[in-house]
T-cell receptor, first 115, second 114 residues
Framework: NAGVMQNPRHLVRRRGQEARLRCSPM?????VYWYRQLPEEGLKFMVY????????ESGMPKERFSAEFPKEGPSILRIQQVVRGDSAAYFC?????????????FGDGTRLSIL | AQSVTQPDIHITVSEGASLELRCNYS??????LFWYVQSPGQGLQLLLK??????LVQGIKGFEAEFKRSQSSFNLRKPSVHWSDAAEYFC????????????FGQGTELSVKP
């Protein structure tokens, strides 16, 4: 009974490159959330997706960041033209239902480092 | 806007001592409240949650938390701390009208001394 799977665990990019972070939700979960954790800070909500739909992207930076959750395959968080400030841990969480009382299950995160 | 405050950035307790981690939230209606624990390099593990009903909730690993509406608090407690409890603890709030989006506090790092 696999949990939320994120890969890669660690990703190193040079400034200006693209970063792609992948997240496979728990079996039976159709709701995916992405959070960013900057050093010494808590997690900040970025985006909430269901299959083929972005439900809430209020926490996404206006430029360079995008997310998708296709009908088949994992959810992808894409960061174009990365900058040093993008260095952070990115966590994906999933839940089975669209309800505020459904606890989210988190993956182990992707640590993104920008050289 | 909803917010979560964890006043203590870092707490050190002796093994076997009791523990209380503070969490205060700001929200107009009854929120959904969660405590998560994060070990270094790992993701977040759910310790316990409060939605409604009994204001004292039991979680995993011997943790409990009490919802106090009058104080807008949801403090986490454990009667006797083990060295393996050393980790970062996050309080989070959700709400029906914000889907599943969680608002997190900044976290409290717990150190346990022998």
């Amino acid at each position: 009974n696999a949990g939320v799977m994120q890969n890669p665990r660690h990703l190193v990019r040079r400034r200006g490159q693209e970063a792609r972070l992948r997240c496979s939700p728990m079996k039976g979960h159709s709701h995916v959330y992405w959070y960013r954790q900057l050093p010494e800070e808590g997690l900040k909500f970025m985006v909430y997706l269901q299959k083929e739909n972005i439900i809430d992207e209020s926490g996404m930076p206006k430029e360079r960041f995008s997310a998708e959750f296709p009908k088949e395959g994992p959810s992808i968080l894409r960061i174009q033209q990365v900058v040093r400030g993008d260095s952070a841990a990115y966590f994906c969480a999933s839940s089975p239902l669209y309800q505020g009382d459904q606890p989210q299950h988190f993956g182990d995160g992707t640590r993104l480092s920008i050289l | 806007a909803q917010s979560v405050t964890q006043p203590d950035i870092h707490i050190t307790v002796s093994e076997g001592a009791s523990l209380e981690l503070r969490c205060n939230y700001s929200y107009g209606a009854t929120p959904y409240l969660f405590w998560y624990v994060q070990s270094p390099g790992q993701g977040l593990q759910l310790l316990l949650k409060y939605f409604s009903g009994d204001t004292l909730v039991q979680g995993i690993k011997g943790f409990e938390a009490e919802f106090k509406r009058s104080q807008s608090s949801f403090n986490l407690r454990k009667p006797s701390v083990h060295w393996s409890d050393a980790a970062e603890y996050f309080c989070a709030v959700g709400a029906e009208n914000q889907g599943g989006k969680l608002i997190f506090g900044q976290g409290t790092e717990l150190s346990v001394k022998p």
